[in-house]
């Protein structure tokens, strides 16, 4: 009988691409591109650290279908076919991110009703439903029309022969954290009476469809994965058993791997904004037991049917990670250490620690009622925009010389807004 496989075990999709362990770096949204959407010097830079710092595999931040509906300034986008030029940016990305053996897949979406004003005050979704969000930063969206709705899912298997022609192995369709996917999931979002709306059938078309175009544009040796929320945690929404629904038609396509998250803008599990865990998922009195938000979840998920499973979420020490793989999870997703530490999960897989870096204490806009903890909203919420703010500033500083340095999180809160402007 073979052993029980370890994080560092090698690990092989249902297409045949193998990782070389059990660690992924999690997809982050980077924001260095520059007006024209395109990867440029500093993704290269990155992702060749990434590439050597141990995971078997990197996740691309979101890159975006359509310029009029990104994430963020600064997102990469496809929007429409590519110059010489462009290829050949796009294939020095891949080069990078697949230095030292490691695999690297592109993360598609397109942000609909989450498109920032500065961006589109009037983005497109499934329906005409605005988050339910303090100030003012979305504005009311426009439904979709079909012919749009169809022309989208051209896009996003148009950006995955992109991806494959730049050297990329794969490809992750993001439906999740309440972009355009996971909003037609969500019975909240999605108020729709057509055949892309109603019962969840109607509202998961959207993501099938796209699933199965990608498919027959990339063909069956190139990965083909997809996030997923495994709730949306509103009550209404999209819910675990149709969590549970939707994972087994995704594995009926083939879908090579799926990753399990959780949560929208409006209710922030995936980012643990203001101290919040998914309400699923009772609090613990373990350390192990609060790492991992989502590991019970994706367990169900196992019981039942569905593609190889990659749980992102809290992990942060090895023991948790070991528990994680031996209950039959395929991949472990690692993000917020690799914004700072690009090595650390080396140093973890060579036994140097068996603990990746933990960064709160260096992100509190101040102490006592100022902090992450303070019984006021508004100081909560400042304070999860200014952790997400220093994480992106120390992407920029790895990016630029592979250190990261000591920084105020309001002062990179400041500085971030700054650099979104510029690019806007």
């Known amino acids: 009988m073979s052993p029980a496989p370890s994080v560092a075990t090698p690990f092989t999709l249902p297409n045949g691409q193998r990782l070389a362990n059990r660690i992924a770096k999690a997809a982050m949204t980077e924001g260095l591109a520059s007006k024209d959407g395109l990867p440029c010097a500093a993704h290269e830079a990155l992702y060749r650290r990434w590439s050597h710092g141990g995971c078997g595999l990197l996740l691309t931040g979101n890159v975006q279908i359509d310029r009029q509906h990104l994430e963020r300034p600064g997102n990469v986008i496809v929007d429409g076919p590519l110059s010489p030029d462009a290829k050949a940016a796009w294939a020095r990305w891949a080069a990078a991110a697949t230095e030292n053996g490691t695999q690297a897949w592109v993360q598609i979406s397109h942000a609909g009703r989450q498109t920032q004003k500065q961006v589109n005050p009037h983005p497109k979704a499934p329906s005409a439903v605005a988050l339910a969000l303090p100030g ?20 996003f298997a148009h950006t995955a ?71 949306d945690f509103q009550k209404g929404g999209f819910a675990f058993d149709d969590c549970l629904t939707v994972t087994g038609w995704l594995a009926d396509l083939g879908v090579d791997c799926l990753e399990l998250s959780g949560g929208t803008y409006e209710q922030p599990a995936m980012m643990d904004m203001d101290g919040l865990t998914p309400r699923e998922e009772p609090k613990q009195s373990s350390t192990r037991a609060r790492e991992a938000y989502f590991v019970q979840l994706a367990k169900a998920l196992l019981a039942a049917k569905s593609p190889p499973l990659m749980v992102t979420g809290g992990f ?40 990746l870096p933990r960064f709160e204490e260096n992100l509190r806009i101040g102490p006592g009622w100022l902090g992450p903890k303070s019984p006021i909203k508004l100081i909560r919420t400042l304070n999860g925009f200014a952790a997400q703010a220093w994480y992106y500033q120390q992407l920029r500083r790895v990016a630029a010389d592979g250190a990261a340095v000591k920084l105020n999180p309001w002062k990179a809160f400041q500085a971030e807004q700054r650099e979104n402007k510029a690019r806007v």
């Open 136 to 155: 003012g930063q979305f504005g009311t969206p426009v439904p979709l029309t079909e012919r749009e709705t169809l022309d989208l899912i051209d896009r």
């Open 161 to 231: 022969t992109v991806a494959r022609e730049a050297g990329f192995g794969g490809v992750q369709i993001h439906a999740a954290h309440g972009y355009l996917l996971s909003q037609f999931l969500s019975p909240l979002a999605n108020v729709r009476t057509d055949a892309w709306g109603g019962s969840l059938e109607n509202r998961a078309r959207f993501l099938l469809e796209t699933v199965k175009a990608v498919r027959a544009a990339v063909g069956n040796d190139f990965t083909v994965a997809v996030k997923l929320n495994s709730a």
């Open 316 to 355: 942060r020490t090895l023991a948790a990670m070991e528990d994680a793989v031996a209950s039959g999870i395929s991949l472990i997703g690692v993000g917020r250490p690799l914004c700072a530490e690009p090595a650390c999960v080396a140093d973890l897989l060579a036994g140097a620690t068996e603990e």
